[in-house]
């Protein structure tokens, strides 16, 4: 009787839909439907290829509108993508994916497993910026057949999905196949890809990016027609952009909770919060005197109000730091490490032991073979309000620094060649244990952290993995060779009007990557409308769906996908 009674109300459902549709169709609801346009706050990221875009996160998330992985997350986790499914073998040296039939390129051409295999073999060759490390670990690539591919690593590595197969997008073989100069290739041919968007202009200038929909996706026809990404400016046009709805959507961070804040409470808007997957470090040259001493380090740190820092700069926009650098969020986070709560006596303690003393009463310490105990404290325009906060700190135990804000390129050279005594610079990625690889020569750390990191990365055991990956904090948070100060929490503003599917990935997209501009808001889930999270579709429910169908929201094919679920 149950089975009768679902049927019934099933046949209702369809007859009012395409009772609707019939209506419509004779002009007795509103007319065509209009095109579903949704702009969004950028910046330049370069042009959109697996080998020119810029490389950030929001570089990678432009590309990845138009390019596939092998593997994908959606707010819950792992999810197939161009793969159906893999497996491995016992020592982790060997995954073999089995490939979802019937994909093709934005340009009409066949998917299969000869471009999976050319990928990997071209960026071997031409290895990309953003991934192109973790590449270098796969040996060789066979392909079993068109739609199975296996790839062979010169040694074990569990963690292939989230480093490899869930980063590096595919590219088809039959256009770059001919390309010498990957990173300076152009043009229409280069943004053809698999993904639910596809380029149709791009202004570097105006850092401009349109997209529009890639109606062949494999996933499905996409919920919008066009995506466009714009550069905005500041904090302050990014609101009044929001606000005169000149853009549908727009990230905030941190300390600007205060823009945040004026969007709270306004029916017109809605806010989600994730975790940023950020940090912000002081760091030292370990390799300079007196910095490589890590008591004079640890000085350094109890001297550091990083509280006023959280409440005053950032506006309670972030947490304290985890001073081993996994995000607290993060399940490879290491509890109880020593967090260095600012303690002037303890500091002045120290340094007073080091030798370090203001011998000529100028409130400045003196080196003990003479000259003031003085620093220039590198940093960029964004945290100059940090870094005067740092300086006075540093003054009341009587070390002088003197900030100097370079521009972004020259502050990164300055870590990677070592030119710096102290430095203040922020990093994201704090989710993956990827992360905890020295990034700046003057904080390189011991050998035995080196074989400690590589091990873990080749262990086979998550529970023995979480170990290593504490082991590795524990060894930063005691030598400091960075002073992790806070997390920032991050938000996406959006008018729901527009476009109301973001949100915040699992462990991040492509394990680093916070922003809530995950691709698979352009593309339509029927279970977004199990309201509760239970797994069933109700009536109320469907009904749901049924009206955002009459309110040109979702298609018929999407709300005939959510009456089957009911069903």
């Known amino acids: 009787m149950k089975k009768i009674i679902a049927v019934l109300s099933l046949a209702i459902l369809l007859c009012i839909v395409f009772s609707g549709m019939a209506s419509a169709a004779k002009g007795e609801i509103v007319a065509a439907k209009s095109e579903k346009v949704v702009t969004i706050e950028g910046d330049d990221c370069w042009y959109p290829t697996p080998f020119a875009h810029y490389y950030t996160g929001l570089g990678y998330i432009r590309m990845s ?27 982790a040296k060997v995954w073999t994916f089995f490939l979802h039939r019937g994909v093709k390129w934005s340009d009409g051409k066949p998917f299969t497993a000869d471009d999976v295999k050319f990928t990997f073999d071209y960026m071997k060759e031409h290895p990309p910026i953003w991934y192109g490390e973790e590449i270098r670990v796969i040996d060789r690539v066979d392909v079993l057949d068109p739609y199975t591919v296996s790839i062979y690593l010169k040694e074990s590595r569990p963690t292939f999905i989230e480093e490899v197969a869930g980063c590096v997008p595919i590219i088809p073989e039959h256009i770059w196949k001919d390309i010498t100069d990957p990173y300076k290739f152009r043009g229409d041919d280069a943004v053809v890809g698999t993904g639910p968007l596809k380029l149709v202009e791009y202004d570097g200038t105006q850092g401009y990016y349109e997209y529009v929909a890639n109606e062949g996706c494999f996933k499905g026809r996409p919920i919008i027609d066009k995506l466009i990404s714009i550069k905005v400016g500041d904090v302050r046009n990014v609101v009044l952009a929001l606000e005169t709805g000149d853009i549908d ?192 020569r003057g904080t390189d750390r011991s050998e035995e952290y080196d074989e400690i990191y590589e091990q873990q990365r080749r262990t086979m055991n998550e529970d023995y993995r979480k170990k290593l990956v504490g082991e590795l904090q524990t060894i930063i948070s005691e030598e400091l060779p960075v002073y992790a100060l806070y997390h920032p929490k991050i938000w996406c503003v959006y008018n729901p009007g527009k476009l109301d599917t ?18 698979l808001i352009f593309l339509f889930d029927p279970w977004r409308y199990d309201a509760n999270g239970n797994g069933i579709m109700e009536k109320s429910e469907v009904i749901d769906a049924i009206q955002d169908y009459f309110k040109d929201v979702i298609t018929k094919e999407d709300v005939i996908e959510v009456i089957w679920l009911y069903f």
């Open 502 to 519: 973001w949100f915040y990935t699992k462990d991040a997209i492509a394990g680093s990557i916070p922003l809530a501009q995950n691709k």
């Open 249 to 440: 959507a727009a990230s905030f961070s941190g300390k600007e909770i205060v823009a945040v804040d004026k969007f709270r409470g306004d029916s017109d808007f809605k806010i989600i919060e994730g975790e940023s997957w950020w940090v912000l470090n002081l760091y030292f040259n370990v390799y300079e005197p007196p910095m490589n001493n890590v008591d004079f380090r640890r000085a350094i740190a109890y001297g550091i109000d990083r509280n006023d820092i959280v409440h005053t700069v950032t506006h309670d926009g972030s947490i304290l730091a985890n001073t081993g650098l996994m995000h607290p969020k993060s399940k490879w986070y290491k509890h109880g490490l020593p967090g260095y709560e600012c303690n002037i006596t303890k500091a002045k303690e120290i340094l007073d032991c080091l030798g370090f003393k203001d011998r000529n009463n100028n409130n400045i310490r003196d080196y003990p073979d003479g000259g003031d105990l003085e620093f220039t404290l590198f940093t960029t325009e964004d945290y100059t309000d940090e870094a005067e906060f740092i300086r006075k700190d540093l003054e009341d135990i009587g070390i002088k620094i003197v900030v100097k804000t370079v521009g972004h390129k020259e502050l990164l050279s300055r870590l990677t060649l070592g030119n710096f005594y102290i430095a203040l610079r922020g990093h994201g990625g704090i989710v993956n244990p990827r992360v905890l690889r020295p990034v700046a």
């Open 65 to 91: 509108f138009i390019f596939d992985t092998l593997v994908w997350k959606d707010k819950h986790g792992e999810i197939p993508w161009l793969a159906d499914s893999y497996s491995r073998s016992y020592d």
